[in-house]
């Protein structure tokens, strides 16, 4: 008997999703555990295995559109069998929905492959007073799939330059790494370098991705549901510097800030469990496992890969993982437990030259780090009242106040603060 595919909840937070890609064609056998299609749900593109065997006797929901858990994708049974009634029974809810991806040639990653749906191109909205001529583009969008575009935006390549060898002319990876720019797009190239951007000629207006989406969401969630408050801490980083660099001297392969900052956070919040707390409404949950996620941009939006019991591994382990968990992150490949539950959050600006910053809290955490660059500081020598120039960072720690006062986050702070001045401190 003919039965309905239906949109599966891929991941704990998933409320829609996308098809990137369809692994089987109509007409295909379908055994259970199968990988029907992939699916890119609000973190990552996913796997969606066949709980039915049965022949795929009809895609409902076509590569790059997108519908709510629970809405028709598909069509299983048996072969010949027909399924119009199926198809009739289709509420107006259950309609294949756009893509809400479209239109972000400037976000590549996690996009997915939907390039090739006139219904899915920009809106432009010509600029008042604005006669320039439309960019050749602007028939339709060009087609490339989800890692041809991320690759695209690292190598800072145009897609529209490239030939695609995939079906239908589709950019694929292998095109985007093979690719060589011509002398002629050379010679056009800026002085300085890499051409760059230039403004549109035209108004554009970008359908929010549903990606950009949950992250408004939860955001705004976060922000307005649990009343935060700041602390602020300058920190010498001499000492870290120095243990960084002479640790880097003896491994193969050299230690992230990163992974300095999730042990040290990690050491304090052992003396400092509150901050490893969540609110539940009538209770407050301590963890017992103290899991770091870092903050990731991959694009089209933020992600935090998780560290686990960071409080039992050595600063080694932490970078081994989180080095293969940014991989995952920006290759789209991260699962949903190597994303979800954070108990403490780092997010870390400094490499782009912030000073200092605020971020809002990661549920189901109550805090996190906001870290700021490390720069030469003039600061006060406290032993003679002279002036030093010292290697300074600025953090800042966000607190849910409902979990954490200000006088625990305080305390937090000023042991994180003076372990990383005095890293012998971490051996108490």
């Not at 370098?193 to 554009?204: C, Y």
């Not at 935060?228 to 193969?252: D, G, W």
């Not at 290759?331 to 971020?359: C, H, M, Q, R």
Request: proline share 5%; hydrophobic share 35%.
């Amino acid at each position: 008997m003919a039965e309905k595919i239906l949109m599966t909840a891929l991941s704990p937070t998933m409320e829609e999703g996308t098809i990137v890609s369809w692994s089987k064609k109509e007409g295909d056998t379908v055994g259970a555990g199968d990988v029907l299609c992939e699916v890119e749900t609000d973190k990552a593109t996913m796997d969606y295995e066949a709980t039915q065997e049965g022949t795929l006797l009809k895609i409902v929901l076509q590569e790059g559109s997108g519908a709510k858990v629970g809405e028709t994708i598909g069509i299983i049974g048996e072969e010949g069998e027909d399924y119009g009634d199926l198809l009739k029974e289709k509420a107006p809810t259950d309609k294949p929905k756009k893509s809400t991806d479209s239109g972000e040639d400037s976000q590549k990653d996690n996009e997915p492959a939907d390039d090739d749906k006139p219904k899915e191109e920009t809106k432009q909205v010509e600029a008042r007073g604005s006669s320039a001529p439309k960019a050749a583009e602007d028939s339709g969008r060009v087609k490339a799939s989800p890692l041809a575009r991320r690759l695209a935006e690292d190598k800072g390549v145009d897609l529209s330059q490239i030939s695609g060898s995939g079906p239908g002319g589709r950019i694929v990876k292998d095109d985007v790494e093979n690719y060589t720019p011509s002398r002629a797009a050379a010679s056009g190239a800026s002085v300085g370098g890499a051409p760059s951007a230039a403004m549109p000629s035209q108004d554009r207006e970008t359908p929010v991705s549903s990606r950009r989406a949950i992250i408004a969401k939860r955001l705004a969630e976060s922000k307005f549901g649990a009343p935060h408050y700041y602390l602020k801490s300058s920190i010498n980083m001499s000492e870290v510097i120095r243990a960084r660099n002479a640790l880097n001297k003896s491994v193969p392969e050299k230690v992230s800030f990163n992974a300095f900052l999730m042990k040290f956070a990690a050491e304090a919040i052992k003396r400092h469990p509150v901050i490893n707390s969540s609110w539940q409404g009538d209770t407050i949950r301590e963890y017992a496992s103290i899991d770091i996620g870092l903050a990731v941009d991959v694009g089209a939006g933020l992600i935090t890969p998780i560290v686990r019991n960071c409080g039992s591994k050595g600063v080694k382990e932490i970078d081994a993982e989180l080095v293969q968990l940014i991989d995952k992150a920006r290759s789209n490949t991260l699962k949903p437990e190597e994303y979800t539950g954070a108990t403490f959050s780092i997010s870390n600006l400094g490499s782009f030259g912030v000073d200092e910053f605020t971020a809002i809290i990661n549920p189901p955490g109550s805090a996190i780090l906001a870290v700021g660059r490390t720069k030469k500081t003039p600061v006060v020598d406290e032993q003679n009242d002279g002036i030093m120039v010292q290697p300074m960072m600025t953090v800042t720690l966000s607190c849910d106040h409902r979990v954490i006062d200000g006088a625990a986050g305080g305390r937090f702070l000023h042991e994180l603060s003076l372990m990383m001045q005095e890293p012998f401190r971490v051996l108490f």
